[in-house]
């Protein structure tokens, strides 16, 4: 759709989405055609920007990220799962998969148009198969690790991407031969990777299935020293701070507790708790890495939760990184939507 102002002076061409909150998303200022050709060059012109990523799965289109919003394209190997957020990209549906055949070449493409977002749009949740084949099981490869992401019903669009990178920064930190604690593990990625410089991992979820996963996981990669607890993580940090167990290396990977500005409240108390039990098992030079994909805790308020959590703890943790999603997830600074991630890596030096 064109957009002017009230004089009648164009503004540029915006997706136009009739039911829901945000009515206009602006794509570009120029007055020119915006056709598969258009798609294909701005699609080419992000995945250029991913040049020397060291993984078989990435994220090629970071929707306002690339300046192409409500679209998302992740890549695994020679296939593209895609996801169409809004009612505007919705109907251009055929130029946008033109575009991505053309800049990326794949052998399939997968639209994985089951977000909840989408609802919101007044848009069906489905899962379509767009073009060529694409494997209900793909096996990625990340930093030397292996692991099997689910295109057609994983989160996401079948592994979670955004944190490759905060994943290999945890390796790093963690205490050789030590002992450690991967909550909200969902398909074992973290722990994977704790695997190789801890003696011990325990990694946790709810769901039995995703558990299962895990392990297939494990033994891809000829792991053989992680415990797979099907537990919920508030009621296990409770118990383990009771029985005065100590981890080396925790992580907190937990989803999004606050879906609305409605349960904000609500969900900062659930952050604390959680970190403040973790803090309270967190051996003497251990490392805590934590984390909130909750759009609205905003990184400040995120820092601030953590600061109260150690006070209550009684800990002093010093603070080694604060991060945010991969590089291929990136955040615009006049777009706070773009920075959905907030982390933080802590060192125990009580």
């Known amino acids: 759709m064109r957009v002017t102002d009230r004089r009648g002076r164009f503004l540029g061409q915006a997706l136009y989405s009739p039911k829901s909150e945000i009515r206009l998303r602006l ?42 919003p409500s679209l998302v ?31 990326l070449a794949p052998d399939g493409i997968l639209l994985r148009n089951d977000a909840g977002v989408r609802r919101h749009e007044g848009l069906p949740a489905e899962v379509v198969l767009a073009y060529g084949q694409v494997p209900e099981v793909v096996e990625v490869v990340e930093d030397g690790m292996r692991y099997l992401a689910a295109p057609w019903s994983g989160q996401k669009t079948g592994a979670f991407l955004d944190q490759r990178e905060n994943r290999a920064l945890v390796a790093r930190h963690a205490r050789p031969g030590g002992r450690a604690l991967d909550l909200f593990t969902y398909h074992g990625s973290f722990a994977l990777h704790l695997a190789r410089p801890a003696a011990e991992v325990i990694a946790v979820d709810q769901s039995a299935e995703a ?25 296990l940090l409770r118990e ?19 879906k609305t500005k409605a349960t904000l409240p609500r969900a900062v108390a659930g952050y604390k ?15 805590l890495f934590t984390c909130s994909c909750s759009y609205h805790v905003s ?29 291929d997830h990136p955040e615009v600074v006049n777009v706070p939507e773009t920075g959905y991630l907030k982390g933080a890596l802590l060192r125990a030096v009580d």
């Open 27 to 68: 794509l570009t200022r120029a007055d020119a055609p915006v056709d598969a050709a258009w798609w294909g060059e701005r699609i080419s012109a992000a995945a250029s920007r991913r040049a020397g990523i060291e993984a078989s799965a990435w994220r090629a289109v970071h929707g306002e990220g690339d300046s192409l």
């Open 73 to 103: 394209v992740d890549r695994y190997g020679p296939w593209v799962v895609a996801q169409l957020l809004s009612a505007g990209l919705e109907r251009s549906r055929d130029d946008v998969v033109a575009g991505i055949r053309a800049a």
């Open 211 to 235: 558990l299962a996963r895990g392990a297939d996981n494990a033994r891809l990669n000829g792991i053989g020293n992680i415990a797979w607890r099907e537990a919920n993580a508030f009621d």
């Open 240 to 258: 383990l701070e009771q029985r005065k167990e100590r981890f080396d290396t925790i992580v907190l990977d937990p989803p999004a507790f606050a």
């Open 273 to 287: 708790e959680i970190n403040l039990r973790a803090m309270r098992i967190l051996a003497r030079e251990g490392v």
């Open 299 to 327: 990184r400040e308020v995120f820092m601030a939760m953590l600061a109260d959590a150690a006070r209550d703890s009684g800990r002093r943790l010093q603070l080694l990184a604060v991060r945010g999603a991969a590089g």
